[in-house]
């Protein structure tokens, strides 16, 4: 089977999207809205992937990254405590080590501050950029505006995090300090032994993730998307430019891609000469089906690395970091610390019913995702490598990807997310029907 395009003829393009998370379904609705064609491929299909399981908070605040100063010295440590959260699978440190070193060579004050500065223009109007992305649609229904909070020990071990606290106030964040008593006041339901908060308005949740980018899916199809289940195997190039994709099952022709598989990108966008260094941070979340109490805002306890956040029917607690590979499978310790963990931090909470998820966070080793069109191969576009703020920055990445195609200029400047930083030294091969990705 082909599917045809037409885009040369009306000046309109036709663009295969590869991958229906947060970041290709948002694409597809800002591209359609502009009035191009949209093919949309997911293997699983929309919100099947890392959009599933995710804190669920339009977190505008998270620009900080994991490696800031420190880092290389507290990790040894962190990964020994089993009331840390960082876990490794010791069989997959050799095949780690390499993209570790590449990771912790960031963990420093200027590297720090030059990651905050990327991040901050994507993932800083978070909750305005799902507002406008998913405005006129079913999914508007899951989007709610709200605070969010951050909950320490003590004043004086928010001090300890102040690195990351004057990072967020060089970027124009606000935030209110709320001690023991105020606290309580606030919000009745944490521990004692959380006597200091943080919080910090203008940011949002979503109610169940999966719904949401399954809802925003629906309504690109309603705008003219065709949907197609597979796996993209191969990208057809001439001439140095996109021409078409393959599928197990179909062949689509198109003028333009975009790669925005998360982890599982790195194959394809390596037969494109684009070397990636790119690892799984693999991420866990619990959903605590009729918790009670709940947090009436979505809190991060920061001590523990981990969010609790209201959604329907559940308290969903999310975070951990293990380094573990794609193939296996869960394991038991980063589910037994969320759980000690929102014990600690909710006395006496109870659930009916408690499910479990595992997912691949797409790490790239200067925590910066990559954004733009791949230097040598005309109308390859790709949009990955978001680490913890995939759903925080999805719809502000769709954009900035969907005026690129457009021929458009970006609201942003591009040059931190630029593919061209990890051009590898095998160009992509473009020559008259040549096919790029993998064959099986």
């Not at 605040?61 to 100063?69: K, L, R």
């Not at 941070?281 to 009436?296: N, T």
């Not at 600690?344 to 733009?372: C, Y």
Request: glycine share 14%; aromatic share 8%; net charge positive.
């Amino acid at each position: 089977m082909t599917e045809g395009s037409t885009a040369q003829a009306t000046g309109r393009r036709h663009v295969a999207i590869i991958g229906a998370g947060i970041v290709g379904v948002s694409c597809a609705i800002w591209l359609l809205r502009d009035g191009h064609r949209v093919t949309l491929i997911d293997r699983a299909g929309p919100g099947e992937g890392t959009s599933f399981g995710n804190g669920g908070v339009l977190a505008s605040c998270a620009i900080v990254p994991v490696q800031g100063p420190g880092l290389i010295g507290r990790a040894p440590g962190m990964v020994l405590n089993r009331d840390q959260p960082l876990f490794v699978r010791w069989r997959h440190l050799p095949r780690a080590a390499p993209w570790l070193a590449k990771y912790l060579a960031h963990a420093n004050a200027p590297d720090a501050r030059r990651i905050a500065a990327a991040l901050a223009p994507i993932v800083g109007d978070s909750l305005a950029d799902h507002l406008a992305l998913a405005a006129g649609s079913d999914a508007e229904r899951w989007i709610v505006p709200t605070d969010y909070l951050y909950l320490y020990r003590d004043r004086a071990a928010f001090l300890g995090d102040s690195f990351g606290w004057d990072l967020r106030a060089a970027h124009g964040f606000e935030w209110r300090e709320i001690e023991a008593g105020a606290l309580d006041a606030f919000d009745p339901v944490f521990s004692d032994d959380l006597s200091f908060a943080v919080q910090l308005g203008n940011h949002g949740r979503i109610r169940d993730p999966a719904g949401y980018v399954r809802d925003l899916a629906a309504y690109a199809g309603t705008l003219g998307a065709r949907t197609l289940r597979g796996e993209v195997d191969a990208i057809r190039c001439e001439g140095g430019a996109v021409r078409g994709v393959r599928t197990g099952s179909a062949t689509v022709d198109c003028d333009a891609v975009v790669l925005a598989t998360g982890v599982w990108s790195a194959k394809l966008a390596g037969s494109l000469g684009l070397a990636v260094p790119l690892e799984s941070e693999r991420g866990y979340h619990i959903d605590l089906w009729g918790a009670s109490p709940v947090p009436k805002v979505p809190a991060m306890i920061a001590g523990g690395k981990f969010v609790m956040t209201p959604m329907d029917g559940r308290l969903r607690l999310a975070g951990v970091v293990e380094f573990g590979g794609l193939d296996a499978g869960p394991s038991r310790a980063p589910f037994d610390l969320l759980l000690r963990q929102a014990r600690a931090a909710i006395p006496g909470l109870t659930w009916e019913d408690k499910t479990e998820w595992m997912g691949h966070r797409p790490a790239i080793t200067d925590s910066i995702p990559v954004i733009g069109e791949i230097p040598g191969v005309r109308g390859a576009f790709v949009g990955f490598g978001h680490h913890h703020v995939g759903l925080t920055g999805g719809p502000k990445t769709g954009r900035v990807l969907a005026r690129m195609i457009g021929g458009r200029k970006a609201e942003i400047d591009l040059a931190p997310y630029s593919p061209a930083r990890f051009m590898g030294s095998r160009r992509a091969r473009t020559g008259r029907h040549h096919e790029q990705g993998d064959r099986k």
